[in-house]
């Protein structure tokens, strides 16, 4: 972990963001933050609002990484607390306030009051077998709001990119039809709006807010509406009220329609337009979002270390981004090349171990022959054309890899000695680097041999 070992390091921390953006946003977001506590575990930070929150972990988050501790996903070991509620400012004064403002800080209000993320948009999405499907239909959701699958429902496990999806769509309908109003809410804001609405008896402003002011209706997390029987009420009569005029909403969960603990009625709304699943991306996707994050914070890594990584980190984006996080913040204070060691070292527990499979030589040769269109016998005799020496290389390559073996006893399989292997594996691991031909011949063998 980056220990930070100074009581310095939140005003460090701010002393650098004040560089980064301007005043303003400084004075609004920034300057309201209170440090409660800063050890080199933890730090506990007040916060007015969750947006306050929120807008500091999606600007700062790799920033924090460098200057408050971190932790072992990788992110900023930051305990929020949210600030005693202040009276708020009714709706209606702030539609008027609205009206005064000039267009560019209308466009910079909205941008705020819709909670959207500015990295989250179509084109840092990263696109593969499990997503691709997704990402078709939100882009057309965005495209052509309200008039194709309505709702849209996204579910999948975490960190598999449903939140970044949901954003996209919100500043894609806010670039390309501008007249239409959005509303990007987490479930949780949604009830915690309900609650303060509730107590402060301006209820049915609200509900006129969510039925007659808002044309793209993006709702994140539903799954924490279950068990909350009042609002889930609310929730099914504002979507139906919303359907009904053809005004677009996008949901996601964590689980599909029909295993949320939630009413029959709401269920059947859920389920009424398209409902897609996000899986894990497989390892070539994985690899690509590496490179994309790597990139874009001017990292430079290996195809092999990359593949290392992805190999390693299999369920979740936004561990493969708190690897790179951490690792661009090493290098950072380090300044060292970034080695198999330094992730090792670097990324630790972070990186889950890969079941080891049992593979025989055997079937690794056949997959080799299969996919090098080589004939078996000659894989396994001494035949040395190219193709055939190619095959046989990349059986050893594969063979070190995947079998739990000493190197000696995997060379006698091959009926080679062990530099023979050696020499093998080590060739193919550098003309991975540059050849991405063989990368995808190599991961054709692996998919036949069910990895
Ligand atoms: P979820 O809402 O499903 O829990 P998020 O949308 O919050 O997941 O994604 C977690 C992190 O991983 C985000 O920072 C997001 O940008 C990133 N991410 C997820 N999927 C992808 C992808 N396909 N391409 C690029 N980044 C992704
Ligand atoms: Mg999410």
New binding site residues.
């Given amino acids: 972990m980056l220990a930070c070992d100074t009581p310095d390091a939140w005003m460090q921390f701010l002393d650098f963001a004040k560089k980064r953006c301007s005043q303003a946003a400084f004075e609004n977001w920034l300057a309201p933050i209170l440090l409660k506590s800063l050890t080199s575990d933890q730090v506990t930070l007040e916060v007015p609002n969750i947006f306050v929150k929120e807008y500091l972990l999606s600007n700062y988050r790799e920033d924090l990484c460098a200057f408050l501790p971190v932790n072992k996903t990788g992110e900023p070991a930051i305990k929020f607390q949210i600030a005693p509620p202040k009276p708020r400012v009714p709706s209606t004064e702030s539609k008027e306030k609205r009206v005064s403002l000039s267009s560019e800080a209308k466009e910079d209000q909205w941008k705020r009051e819709c909670r959207l993320n500015q ?2 948009r179509f084109r ?4 593969g077998p499990s ?1 691709q499907f997704l990402k078709s239909a939100a882009f057309g959701v965005a495209s052509r709001p309200g008039t194709s699958y309505n709702p849209l429902f996204i579910h ?1 496990g ?8 949901l954003h996209s769509i919100g500043h894609y309908v806010g670039e390309h039809h501008r007249g239409k109003r959005i509303q990007c809410i987490t479930t949780e804001q949604f009830i915690n709006d309900f609650v303060d609405n509730l107590r402060n008896k301006s209820i049915a402003g609200l509900k006129n807010y969510y039925r007659k002011e808002v044309d793209v209706f993006l709702m994140d997390d539903i799954q924490f509406l279950q068990n909350r029987l009042n609002f889930e009420e609310e929730l099914c009569n504002t979507f139906e009220a919303l359907i009904n005029q053809n005004k677009q909403i996008v949901i ?1 969960s964590d689980k599909p329609p029909g295993q949320l603990k939630l009413s029959d009625r709401m269920i059947a709304r859920l389920e009424w337009g398209l409902v897609v699943h ?1 899986g894990t ?1 497989d390892l070539e996707t994985r690899v690509a ?1 590496l490179q ?1 994050k790597a990139e874009k914070k001017g990292l430079k890594i290996s195809n092999n270390i990359l593949f290392f990584i992805a190999e390693h980190i299999v369920d979740n ?2 561990k493969l ?1 708190g690897a790179i996080n951490r690792l661009s913040a090493q290098c950072r204070l380090m300044n060292m090349p970034i080695t198999q060691e330094l992730v090792e070292e670097t990324l630790g527990e972070l990186l889950q171990q890969v079941p080891q499979m049992k593979v025989s030589v055997d079937q690794i040769l056949k997959s080799a022959a299969t996919v090098f269109e080589v004939k078996l016998s000659e894989l396994k005799g001494t035949g040395r054309t190219k193709k055939v020496a190619l095959a046989r290389q990349v059986a050893m390559y594969l063979a070190k890899l995947m079998i739990q073996e000493s190197l000696v006893m995997i060379a006698a399989s091959f009926g080679k000695t062990h530099s023979t292997v050696l020499h093998a594996h080590n060739a193919i691991e550098k003309r991975l680097e540059t050849d991405s031909v063989l990368r995808r011949q190599i991961q054709m063998c692996r998919r036949q041999l069910g990895a």
């Fill in positions: 990295q989250y840092n999405f990263i696109e997503n999948g975490v960190g598999l990119g449903k939140t970044h999806i996601t996000v991306p979002i994309h984006v936004r981004e």
